[in-house]
């Protein structure tokens, strides 16, 4: 039993501790210590909400306690001190201060070496075991230039025929991907500008290849993503309108891209899945027309996610359910195997999961608000695999291409990516399994070029580190969620094969 003098004590201390928590030159202190170690790092950060409470707080603190402290020194000081010392004394803390940053800098440049490019050297393999699967990599494309043909090209020739058509031939047939009249969702990456989106120059030479159809394409290509609303560089989500871009002309937007077929006359459009996020709305055979999101507001058992997913009407008319396919009003029912989606991700490092692949890509598909006013918030479910159940339960994708053109291997240093942060690697992949491609696209590019960059802590984009809550784990739960439903997914190289064509430049 505690003494009554001892429990006042103790009251004592905790009532201190309490002041000392809600003392605002503390506060404003760690607020300070926090924007330097976090912010200090990764400006593009500042953008977070944390960050920018943090900011405020520093605002207030060097409002209230710095300024006028130094203010209070100036006077003290310019009364004893002449002119000239005050000159030679300001000269002094400038040099030492420039000084240090200077050698601050070189030993950042020493420490994590600057690599802006780099050639991989990207080995062929065959699987040891059945079922396998494919993955089909260009090494050498810097996006526009015909690596994307190259690739349809490579796939054609060991089976994976991207058109689906009556006829065989070269690249085509019965089992193809894509349908003269399907209607095509490019999933793509929109939330961060510069490196941190989709490469526009391969979304281009994408939607030529799909138009290419050798029957003739006479169906409709949407290029769409959710940005959540929230975070990206202006913390307002995602755009296909950044001014700075991933291309080789960086004014080269998503939407540019879409006007330019578009003014061809061609059934192409964009649909920033922003406008809709925070939209609830039910089925078109429930009668409602609207647009927007669809929520199972029952968690998954096994990852505990909410899936979601968006509805929408194009700009063309068409009417699109993310799961059930093309919706005819009129004898008001859904085409489900008209609907195809290209899930178009950039291969970049997460600050949480580690890695942005594929999987992790499904983000873009679902609601993250809504879910989060549900009490679910799929973000947090990406850890628990949700991405496996929402690929599965809503539309898995038909072909999964990662562009590796530029990379941000920073660990942990995604997902937004800047230009300086980002190192060139001039790499596209494809698979149908987008687990696979996870795994080999962040073990054998993103963990090379983080070791080429003389970085020491690569746990969070290694593949093979299965701890809880890392990359590996969370991406073999999905696995196992895909694997459930009845799709080939793998992590084990000996399943995996693995097809090489260099690009020759020139």
């Not at 520093?58 to 000239?84: D, E, G, N, Q």
């Not at 068409?318 to 059930?324: D, G, L, P, V, W």
């Not at 070791?451 to 593949?463: A, V, W």
Request: aromatic share 12%; net charge positive.
């Amino acid at each position: 039993m505690v003494s009554p003098q001892l429990f006042r004590r103790l009251s004592s201390i905790c009532e201190r501790l309490r002041r000392l928590y809600f003392n605002p030159f503390v506060v404003g202190l760690l607020s300070l210590l926090w924007l330097i170690l976090r912010t200090g790092t990764k400006p593009s950060r500042i953008v977070y909400p944390c960050q920018r409470a943090a900011l405020a707080n520093t605002y207030l603190w060097l409002t209230i306690y710095i300024f006028p402290f130094f203010h209070m020194l100036y006077h003290r000081f310019s009364r004893r001190v002449s002119l000239k010392r005050k000159v030679i004394l300001v000269a002094v803390i400038l040099a030492v201060f420039g000084i240090s940053l200077l050698l601050w800098g070189v030993q950042e440049g020493i420490r994590r070496r600057e690599v802006r490019e780099v050639g991989l050297r990207i080995e062929s393999k065959i699987a040891k075991f059945e079922p396998h699967s494919s993955i089909f990599v260009v090494n050498g494309t810097r996006g526009g230039d015909g690596g994307v043909f190259k690739l349809i090209e490579m796939m054609g020739k060991y089976g994976l025929l991207f058109y689906k058509s009556p006829t065989p031939g070269a690249n085509k047939g019965p089992s193809g991907l894509i349908d003269a009249n399907d209607v095509v969702i490019i999933k793509v990456n929109s939330q961060w500008d510069e490196r941190g989106g989709t490469n526009t120059d391969l979304v281009k030479e994408l939607i030529q290849a799909i138009l290419s159809h050798p029957d003739g394409f006479v169906g409709e290509i949407v290029v769409a993503d959710n940005g959540q609303a929230q975070y990206g560089p202006l913390g307002t989500g995602g755009s296909f309108t950044w001014s700075r871009n991933n291309a080789e002309n960086i004014s080269q937007s998503i939407q540019s891209v879409v006007d330019f077929f578009a003014r061809k006359g061609y059934k192409v459009s964009a649909y920033l899945w922003d406008r809709i996020t925070t939209k609830m709305v039910k089925e078109y055979f429930e009668g409602d027309m609207d647009d927007g999101y669809v929520v199972n507001a029952t968690r998954n058992p096994r990852t505990g996610i909410m899936v979601s997913y968006p509805k929408f009407k194009t700009v063309f008319g068409t009417y699109i359910s993310f799961k059930f396919g093309v919706w005819n009003p009129e004898s008001k029912t859904y085409d489900y195997e008209r609907l195809k989606v290209i899930n178009f991700p950039v291969l970049k490092t997460h600050s949480i999961y580690g890695v942005t692949a594929c999987v992790k890509h499904y983000m873009g598909v679902v609601s993250d608000k809504l879910t989060s006013m549900l009490g679910a918030r799929a973000h947090d479910a990406v850890g628990t695999g949700g991405m496996g159940t929402e690929m599965v339960e809503t539309r898995f994708p038909i072909l999964n291409i990662i562009d590796a053109i530029w990379v941000n291997a920073v660990p942990r240093g995604g997902p937004s990516t800047s230009y300086n942060e980002a190192t060139r690697v001039n790499i596209i992949a494809a698979s149908t399994d987008p687990v696979a491609l996870d795994y080999w696209a962040s073990k054998y590019i993103l963990l090379e070029v983080a070791k080429l960059k003389g970085y020491s802590d690569l746990s969070s984009i290694n593949p093979d580190n299965v701890e809880r809550g890392s990359f590996g784990y969370w991406l073999r739960l999905s696995m196992e969620e895909i694997r459930g439903a009845g799709y080939q997914s793998t992590t084990d190289e000996d399943y995996m094969s693995v097809y090489v064509v260099h690009l020759r430049q020139g």
